[in-house]
């Protein structure tokens, strides 16, 4: 439920049971019901590409659909990653889209570089706030692409030794 609209007070006003509900509603909606989807990813399999293109990283675990009333919502992504068959150097690129529409446009929301003989010391982070979604529910995915030379593998949890770690995806409505 969106929020209800709750009118300016003037002192000395009484204050009816309808402006105390609309008053708990808000509150409920806040606690309770406004839109959240996270995802802590924990797969057989790490994600790779050597695409110059941005594509999904996965689109199941990566994506999500979230009901917004608001208008506007947080985007949270942070995954370790590292290089293959490259020299060292290569770009990780990341951005987010919204009911298939990337958000970045170019080159994505954010490019991290990746250090040279390096595994889980590559660390991406994409926060982005989206403003103006129509009410109704979106779908929201990560998307990446690599900036040339080699394969990208970004860790999902599939045991690799001294890179065990998850990728943490999350949407919330604000």
Same mark, same amino acid.
């Given at each position: 439920?969106?929020?209800?609209?709750?009118?300016? %007070?003037?002192?000395?006003?009484?204050?009816?049971? !309808? $402006?105390?509900? &609309?008053?708990? =509603?808000?509150?409920?909606?806040?606690?309770? #019901? &406004?839109?959240?989807?996270?995802?802590?990813?924990? =797969?057989?399999?790490?994600?790779? +590409?050597?695409?110059?293109?941005?594509? $999904?990283?996965?689109?199941? !675990? *990566?994506?999500?659909?979230?009901?917004?009333?608001?208008? &506007?919502?947080?985007?949270?992504?942070?995954?370790?990653?590292? =290089?293959?068959?490259? +020299?060292?150097?290569?770009?990780?690129? *990341?951005?987010?889209?919204? $009911?298939?529409?990337?958000?970045?446009? !170019?080159?994505?929301? +954010?490019?991290?570089?990746? &250090?040279?003989?390096?595994?889980?010391?590559?660390? @991406?982070?994409?926060? %982005?706030?989206? #403003?103006?979604?129509?009410?109704?529910?979106?779908?929201?995915?990560?998307?990446?692409?690599?900036?040339?030379?080699?394969?990208?593998?970004?860790?999902?949890?599939?045991? +690799?030794?001294?890179? $065990?770690?998850?990728?943490?995806? @999350?949407?919330? #409505?604000?």
């Amino acid at each position: 439920m969106p929020f209800n609209n709750i009118a300016a %007070y003037t002192a000395g006003q009484l204050i009816s049971a !309808d $402006d105390l509900n &609309r008053l708990r =509603e808000n509150v409920q909606y806040l606690f309770d #019901e &406004r839109g959240l989807s996270t995802q802590r990813v924990d =797969e057989a399999n790490n994600y790779s +590409t050597s695409s110059t293109s941005f594509v $999904d990283m996965d689109s199941v !675990d *990566l994506a999500k659909s979230v009901t917004i009333n608001s208008g &506007r919502a947080l985007i949270i992504f942070a995954c370790s990653f590292s =290089e293959t068959g490259g +020299t060292g150097g290569s770009h990780l690129y *990341l951005d987010i889209a919204i $009911d298939g529409v990337r958000q970045g446009n !170019d080159d994505g929301l +954010t490019v991290q570089t990746v &250090r040279s003989g390096t595994i889980a010391f590559n660390n @991406a982070f994409c926060f %982005y706030v989206a #403003e103006g979604l129509a009410p109704g529910t979106h779908t929201f995915k990560v998307m990446y692409k690599t900036g040339g030379g080699g394969t990208i593998t970004v860790f999902a949890g599939a045991g +690799t030794p001294t890179a $065990d770690v998850h990728p943490f995806f @999350a949407v919330l #409505e604000i």
